[in-house]
């Protein structure tokens, strides 16, 4: 069975530094996509970034890039020069087929603070 | 605002009440799912729509509750005979879909939060 596993409850990091979130996935097909949300407190799920199962390079967006290991079927979402605005709860979701409709499976998600 | 809308944010109803969401996607998104979000986990999916056409239901869907997508633009979601398990965040979201356009993102709406008293 498809599977999100994201062991992180949660995380601290201070102002400026870095962060990484943790994510592994379990699924037995080729074709995937992995997806991160983040969910402030409004409750809006807010799409950060996208990596198909396909894709060579490690996905990027801004501040958000996505550490990905095929074969340790791992997505770890990095943070890069952390902001208050980046305490929020954050989910890992896969997609299949990569291409398919938007039927996520997400994982319990990991609550970040950032402190001043 | 462009973004998908639902009405209300938020729902108090007595057990064995029913209740009736409401989503509007962004206009030109054929695509639109609802998703049921508890304390401390993960959404899940509950149903997907093309256009007007209901195209999977999860089995977490019990026969108490029924989506539709009338014209294929907004979505309700109503649950009959409500119970306190019915608690939770009732998220909606949609994504373009196209045979030669690459498939988006979802973009969620803010949900509706649900409790049963």
């Known amino acids: 069975a498809q599977k999100i596993t994201q062991t992180q409850p949660g995380m601290f990091v201070q102002e400026k530094e870095a962060v990484t979130l943790d994510c592994t996935y379990d699924t037995s097909d080729q074709s995937y996509g992995l997806f991160w949300y983040k969910q402030p407190s409004s409750g809006e799920m807010i799409f950060l970034i996208y990596q198909g199962s396909y894709d060579e390079q490690n996905a990027t967006e801004g501040r958000y890039s996505l550490n990905f290991q095929k074969a340790r079927k791992s997505a770890n979402l990095v943070i890069s020069a952390s902001q208050l605005g980046d305490s929020a709860m954050y989910f890992c979701a896969m997609r299949r087929p990569s291409g398919g409709y938007n039927k996520l499976i997400f994982g319990a998600g990991t609550r970040l603070a950032v402190h001043p | 605002d462009t973004g998908v809308s639902q009405d209300p944010r938020h729902k108090i109803t007595k057990r064995g009440q029913n209740v009736t969401f409401r989503c509007d996607p962004i206009?030109?998104?054929?695509?639109l799912y609802w998703y049921r979000q508890t304390l401390g986990q993960g959404p899940e999916f509950l149903t997907y729509f093309q256009n007007e056409a209901q195209l999977e239901k999860s089995r977490l869907l019990s026969d108490r509750f029924s989506a539709e997508r009338p014209k294929g633009s907004f979505s309700t979601l109503e649950i009959q005979r409500t119970e306190q398990g019915d608690s939770a965040m009732y998220l909606c979201?949609?994504?373009?879909?196209?045979?030669?356009?690459?498939?988006?993102?979802?973009?969620f709406g803010q949900g509706t939060r649900l409790t049963v008293v």
């Open positions: 206009s030109e998104h054929n695509r």
């Open positions: 979201a949609s994504s373009l879909g196209h045979a030669t356009v690459r498939n988006t993102e979802a973009f």
